[in-house]
């Protein structure tokens, strides 16, 4: 008796499927790398143009408002980071891609880019491509501070020390200062010195 097989699925979209030619069958990982590779003169010798087409592709796949998959969050973020480094050229609306794009990253349940939320919370912070928010940056800055995304604690301690987006709170601010100076961050210490914590 011959085992029945799964039914498969005849109407695959090829529109959604990435045009993999494009960025020369990149893998993501190895896109991911491309913005690290520097020659011995420090200057950038990675195919970022290529890994870009890669990210781009693998961003924008089947983006129907349904959750993401782990290729398109790794896409995302480095799609963002790529455009708010000005490693590609500026598309229109450049601010509001690199919020949008951030924010998605930095929401996602598997937290695989924790400074995400430190990203999109700078955006918050500045009003670059959403509306100034003080009190949603500085809690997106605790997020990332809780991922142990150093300049995050700073932040956070900074807002706290100054009731930026918050009620001014002296404790909350030297417990984000000094997390930042327990890890060594530069701007914590300054802090902290300057402030006599």
């Given at each position: 008796?011959?085992?029945?097989?799964?039914?498969r699925?005849?109407?695959i979209?090829?529109?959604?499927?990435p045009?993999?030619?494009?960025?020369?069958?990149?893998?993501?990982?190895?896109?991911a790398?491309?913005?690290?590779l520097?020659?011995?003169?420090?200057?950038?010798?990675?195919?970022?143009?290529?890994?870009?087409?890669?990210?781009?592709?693998?961003?924008n796949?089947g983006?129907?408002?349904?959750?993401?998959s782990?290729?398109?969050?790794?896409?995302?973020?480095?799609?963002?980071?790529?455009i708010?480094?000005?490693?590609?050229?500026?598309?229109?609306?450049?601010d509001?891609?690199?919020?949008?794009?951030?924010?998605e990253?930095?929401?996602?349940?598997?937290?695989?880019?924790?400074?995400?939320k430190?990203?999109?919370?700078?955006?918050?912070?500045?009003?670059?491509?959403v509306?100034?928010?003080?009190?949603?940056?500085l809690?997106?800055?605790?997020?990332?501070?809780?991922?142990?995304?150093?300049?995050?604690?700073?932040?956070?301690?900074?807002?706290?020390?100054?009731?930026?987006g918050?009620?001014?709170?002296?404790?909350?601010?030297?417990?984000?200062?000094?997390?930042?100076?327990y890890?060594?961050?530069?701007?914590?210490?300054?802090?902290?010195n300057?402030?006599?914590?």
């Amino acid at each position: 008796m011959q085992k029945s097989l799964p039914k498969r699925a005849d109407n695959i979209d090829a529109y959604a499927l990435p045009d993999l030619e494009s960025f020369k069958y990149m893998t993501l990982t190895d896109a991911a790398k491309q913005h690290k590779l520097y020659d011995k003169h420090g200057k950038l010798v990675g195919d970022v143009k290529t890994a870009y087409k890669c990210f781009e592709a693998y961003a924008n796949l089947g983006n129907t408002g349904g959750t993401a998959s782990r290729n398109q969050i790794k896409a995302k973020y480095y799609k963002a980071l790529y455009i708010s480094r000005g490693l590609v050229p500026s598309p229109p609306n450049k601010d509001k891609i690199i919020a949008e794009l951030f924010k998605e990253v930095a929401d996602d349940e598997a937290n695989e880019f924790p400074e995400a939320k430190v990203r999109y919370g700078d955006c918050l912070y500045h009003g670059k491509g959403v509306d100034q928010n003080f009190s949603e940056a500085l809690k997106y800055f605790e997020k990332a501070a809780d991922d142990d995304i150093r300049v995050a604690m700073y932040n956070a301690g900074n807002m706290y020390y100054n009731g930026v987006g918050c009620k001014k709170n002296i404790e909350k601010a030297k417990n984000y200062i000094e997390l930042g100076v327990y890890n060594g961050y530069e701007a914590a210490i300054r802090f902290r010195n300057e402030y006599k914590f």
